[in-house]
């Protein structure tokens, strides 16, 4: 069966990782393992650009139809002034919240080679696998009210709500207890709930899903601030967190660094699965922009191919290729080549198509 792709290549250096991860799309198909078509839409600052949207219609549509998407990054200080009705960053939230993609997976796993990269001891993070769960269309993100009011004496007051309800903290727990159950069987939530209502709410509401539906499955609870300093201290301890859309957010950007690079970071999101059968999905590398580097063929595209092996694997149930994706990428890093972010003296520094190629050669 033909598997539809769009490719949402954003901003900055997303079309240029997009690239190497559309050679390899080609490649599978080329070798006859699938039969993939690709497309591509505009979706964050060039797509205000072009049509004065960050998340033009056109887009949603194209999105609704795909089988799975990939999308590169987006934003940049070019669009920094804009009305943040209209910034890059609505259009991702946007296809995010339109799709219900409600199940943000951010693996953070030390490549042994790279374990010397991490700025944190070799014996802190080598082997270190955890899967952060961030809860990605409710809490503080979408809460509302919102906004930024002027108020009589002249002065302002800017104000954002916390938002969660049962079934919101339901639907995440389930996707992190499946997936704990697929790995080590351990659970750790992370919530503020000795200040915040609303994670109080949230920690006894995992807990009563545990208690029902996963008794096997190993539950801790933490506060964010711990989690932040443990992360950190011990990252080794954790199996899989699961926590609210913005502490997702800040603890997996912080879990990204542990492996060496934010460039190599993939994510999924994923909606409910349907009743036909079907579940939308979007993959995206954890890293943003990256507007400092955009358009010299720097960057590392490992996150990005990395984010294809979670659709493989995820999407197209497609665990043999997934698996020579992920085999390749560890290959090439043994191999000493590096782009710039995870250069190490004495390995050899390449650019982004470089990489791609590598890559490539490793799978064939
Ligand atoms: C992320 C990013 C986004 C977020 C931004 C670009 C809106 O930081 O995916 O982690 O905050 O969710
Ligand atoms: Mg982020």
Known sequence: MTKHILILAGDGIGPEVCREAERIINWLTKQGRAKFTVSHALIGGCAYDETGNPFPNETLEAARKADAILLGAVGGPKWEALDYAVRPERGLLGIRKELELFA????????????????????????????????????????QPRGVDTLPDGTKKGYNTLVYTTPEIQRIARVAF???????????????????????????????????EYPNIALSHMYVDNAAMQLVRNPKQFDVMVTTNMFGDILSDCAAMLTGSLGM??????????????????????????????????????????????????????????????????????????TGDIMQSGMKQVGTSEMGDAILRAME
Request: proline share 3%; glycine share 8%.
């Open 265 to 338: 970071l993939p994510s999924a999101s994923l909606g409910a699965k349907q009743a036909n059968g079907r579940q939308h999905a979007l993959y995206e590398p954890v890293h943003g922009s990256a507007p400092d580097i955009a358009g010299q063929g720097k960057a590392n595209p490992i996150a990005t191919i990395l984010s294809l092996a979670m659709m493989l694997r995820y999407s197209f149930n497609m665990a043999a290729e997934a698996d020579l994706v992920e085999n390749a990428i560890k290959k090439v890093l043994a191999d000493g080549i590096r």
């Open 104 to 143: 943000n997976l951010r693996p953070a796993v030390v490549f042994e080679e790279l374990a010397d990269a991490s700025s944190l001891k070799r014996e802190l993070v080598a082997g270190l696998d955890i899967m952060i769960v961030r809860e990605l269309t409710g809490g503080i993100y979408f809460g």
């Open 178 to 212: 499946d997936l704990a159950g697929k790995r080590n069987g351990r659970v750790c939530s992370v919530d503020k709930a000795n200040v915040l209502e609303s994670t109080e709410l949230w920690r006894q509401e995992v807990q009563k899903i545990h208690d029902a």
